[in-house]
T-cell receptor
Framework: DAGITQSPRYKITETGRQVTLMCHQT?????MFWYRQDLGHGLRLIYY???????DKGEVPDGYVVSRSKTENFPLTLESATRSQTSVYFC?????????????FGPGTRLTVL | RKEVEQDPGPFNVPEGATVAFNCTYS??????FFWYRQDCRKEPKLLMS???SGNEDGRFTAQLNRASQYISLLIRDSKLSDSATYLC???????????FGKGTMLLVSP
């Protein structure tokens, strides 16, 4: 089915481990985004990408790495997970043309770092 | 000052009530404005864009006051299914990213 998917949906890991969250979209949208959502902070942008091989930092990029070798995939890696990275992570995509006016979100990944 | 500020919640209203959400934004260069809706433990989804002249979509009315940097959302005849968190969202000129408010939770009871 077309859309935007995230995997895994739930993940428990330990401090110091590397974790990769996957995001895949079938719309061929140019823009893709990673957000984290925490109580008291709302949605905060981690990284975004305007096209394959083009990425840029958002509001809270520290501790995260992204890549975008293909238009449809935008993985987010926590190089050495910390407890403060326990959060719900949302991936989103947006078509080119209106500068990401409407973003379409994936179902989210709930990450717990012990 | 936060870039996008919303009324703290939750708002508890009975079915059929009219409820208004307010939002202010700090960047006067902001160009586009939206309301997103987020159901419990789900992803945000676009509810409606907000235009300078104000706009309506069924029971939902959005207003923008650029001079005051203020956005509002009015929901008339509330339904149980309107229970959700409403996110005020602002975007700058040209290509820029979205800035989300923390959201206001609405609980509609029978």
């Amino acid at each position: 089915d077309a859309g935007i998917t995230q995997s895994p949906r739930y993940k428990i890991t330990e401090t110091g481990r590397q974790v990769t969250l996957m995001c895949h979209q079938t719309w061929s949208h140019s823009y893709m985004f990673w957000y984290r959502q925490d109580l008291g902070h709302g949605l905060r942008l981690i990284y975004y990408s305007a096209a394959a091989d083009i990425t840029d930092k958002g509001e809270v990029p520290d501790g995260y790495v992204v890549s975008r070798s293909k238009t449809e995939n935008f993985p987010l890696t926590l190089e050495s997970a910390t407890r403060s990275q326990t959060s719900v992570y949302f991936c989103a995509s947006s078509p080119k043309g209106y500068g990401a006016n409407e973003q379409f979100f994936g179902p989210g990944t709930r990450l717990t770092v012990l | 000052r936060k870039e996008v500020e919303q009324d703290p919640g939750p708002f508890n209203v009975p079915e059929g009530a009219t409820v208004a959400f307010n939002c202010t934004y700090s960047n006067s260069a902001s160009q586009s404005f939206f309301w997103y809706r987020q159901d419990c433990r789900k992803e945000p989804k676009l509810l409606m864009s907000v235009y300078s002249s104000g706009n309506e979509d069924g029971r939902f009315t959005a207003q923008l006051n650029r001079a005051s940097q203020y956005i509002s959302l009015l929901i008339r005849d509330s339904k149980l299914s309107d229970s959700a968190t409403y996110l005020c969202v602002v975007k700058g000129a040209g290509y820029s990213t979205l800035t989300f408010g923390k959201g206001t939770m609405l609980l509609v009871s029978p």
